[in-house]
């Protein structure tokens, strides 16, 4: 069964850094692009960052850029969000997802998705 394990959330403070992981299992992790969204409680889910499956092609919202890193370690089958200077309107549950070829921005493209890790960030 395919797997995606989010890890790395918690209760931080303005200003603060926080790298998210996501651990895959039961899938061949280098043939999806990989990609972050979020959810606050009563919005839509939101595109955050994305990666190709080799590495060399991201993307990000806007309201991120700059801030957010994506990247993915393909021999530990591991995705990573690092996130800087974080400001309360981050705060949401963060998911990762995997899709079959090129990135893209749209939830509905992703085939598998972790179960979220919250990330809070107060002012």
């Known amino acids: 069964q395919v797997q995606l394990v989010e890890s790395g959330g918690g209760l931080l403070q303005a200003w603060d850094s926080l790298r998210l992981s996501c651990a895959a299992s039961?899938?061949?992790?280098?043939?999806?692009?990989m990609g972050w969204f979020r959810q606050a409680p009563g919005k839509e889910r939101e595109f955050v960052a994305a990666?190709?499956?080799?590495?060399?092609?991201?993307d990000y919202a806007n309201s991120v850029k700059g801030r957010f890193t994506i990247s993915r370690d393909n021999a530990k089958n591991t995705a990573y969000l690092q996130m800087n200077s974080l400001k309360p309107e981050d705060t949401a549950v963060y998911y990762c997802a995997a899709k079959l070829g090129g990135i893209g921005n749209v939830p509905s493209q992703y085939y598998y998705w972790g179960q979220g890790t919250q990330v809070t960030v107060s002012s």
């Open positions: 039961g899938l061949t992790f280098r043939s999806y692009a």
């Open positions: 990666i190709s499956w080799g590495g060399s092609n991201t």
